[in-house]
């Protein structure tokens, strides 16, 4: 019963309430505009779409706490700390969906919610790598927290360039968090993920190409934030599953379209908060791809990476590293062919 209520709860929430989002988003004019550049839809499309996963997880939240709290041995503080940060950076997105905020204003924002997650005891606490035990931060420990938090939200925010692409990453990745958390016995990771999960899945239907709602800014940085919120939920006990490290490989998609765009931006002398179309999903558009066939390439390559990460989780530390340098190998011929079919293709740039 209370595995059905966990994930079913927040999905049939979800999937009777998009909908009503949708015609309610219609109405007010919270929509989506073509503008023949970076957004590759031709009609308005509702945006914000992260309002309907956002209060379907925290209803699904506060039942699940309610009734089950104390069999999953959830505390009342770590939900209301993921909670009150999951609202702060909500907010802004859907400040960003309707008016437009600054670059500088969602740092600050998700600064601020990274500062209620250290405080709610979310933190980077420690680090392990392939031939040792884990070692303490100390005073670093903040500062990790925060990077942490503001590369894991951007990341997932600046993927989400087609229909279904970052919902769709971001799910691979809860289930990849599911899976390792069910290995080393995080019982909180499961119940956070499992709800999320379940209301992201419930939003999906109506979310994959071609898309009748998009997530918006108020979604990619929710399901960003709920994202290393959660792995810092499970790196709280100092496991030697290298959480941190599984959820960078899981993320090995966005977190790579970003690093791509910093040094890209960098080197041509522009801001690295300046948008462009030179991400990964633009440059396999001008190959000839659909949207629809990106965001499957996308998610074979997320869950590729995903089950590579919770095998990493059950290996042997010796192992670890080989790993790495295998899927860092793969990275980087992928990379290749992407740039000799670019070349030989001869696929335009854009300014």
């Given at each position: 019963m209370k595995y059905l209520l966990l994930f079913g709860l927040p999905f049939l929430i979800s999937?009777?309430?998009?909908?009503?989002?949708?015609?309610?988003?219609?109405?007010?004019?919270?929509?989506?505009?073509?503008?023949?550049?970076?957004?590759?839809h031709t009609l308005p499309v509702p945006t914000a779409g992260g309002v309907a996963i956002l209060v379907s997880f925290f209803i699904a939240l506060a039942v699940n706490q309610h009734f089950f709290g104390a069999?999953?041995?959830?505390?009342?503080?770590?939900?209301?700390?993921?909670?009150?940060?999951?609202?702060?950076?909500?907010?802004?997105g859907f400040l960003d969906d309707w008016r437009k905020v600054g670059p500088w204003g969602k740092i600050a924002v998700q600064l601020a919610g990274g500062l209620i997650l250290y405080y709610f005891g979310f933190k980077v606490h420690a680090l392990t790598h392939p031939f040792g035990d884990s070692f303490n931060l100390g005073f670093l420990t903040l500062p990790a927290t925060l990077i942490w938090v503001l590369v894991i939200t951007n990341a997932v925010n600046l993927i989400d360039g087609v229909d279904g692409l970052a919902g769709g990453i971001v799910a691979v990745s809860l289930a990849t968090l599911i899976a390792v958390s069910l290995?080393?016995?995080?019982?909180?990771?499961?119940?956070?993920?499992?709800?999320?999960?379940?209301?992201?899945?419930?939003?999906?239907?109506?979310?994959?190409?071609?898309?009748?709602?998009?997530?918006?800014?108020?979604?990619?940085?929710a399901l960003g934030f709920a994202l290393a919120a959660l792995s810092l939920l499970e790196n709280r006990k100092g496991t030697t599953t290298l959480s941190l490290l599984v959820q960078i490989i899981a993320m090995g998609v966005p977190l790579l379209d970003t690093g791509l765009a910093f040094l890209r931006r960098s080197r041509n002398g522009t801001s690295p908060l300046k948008a462009d179309r030179e991400h990964l999903h633009h440059r396999l558009l001008r190959l000839g791809l659909k949207p629809r066939q990106v965001v499957l390439l996308f998610l074979y390559a997320s869950l590729y990476l995903g089950f590579s990460a919770t095998l990493m989780a059950l290996l042997p530390k010796t192992y670890v590293l080989l790993m790495v340098l295998i899927l860092a190998i793969g990275v980087l011929v992928a990379m290749e062919g992407l740039r000799f079919l670019e070349e030989r293709m001869g696929a335009p740039k854009d300014d």
């Open positions: 999937v009777g309430l998009t909908p009503l989002f949708i015609q309610l988003t219609r109405r007010v004019g919270l929509v989506d505009l073509p503008d023949a550049r970076r957004k590759l069999v999953w041995g959830i505390d009342l503080r770590t939900s209301l700390g993921l909670a009150i940060g999951l609202a702060l950076v909500g907010v802004l290995r080393a016995d995080e019982v909180r990771v499961l119940f956070y993920a499992g709800i999320l999960g379940g209301a992201l899945a419930g939003f999906y239907i109506y979310n994959f190409p071609p898309a009748k709602i998009f997530l918006g800014d108020c979604g990619s940085l």
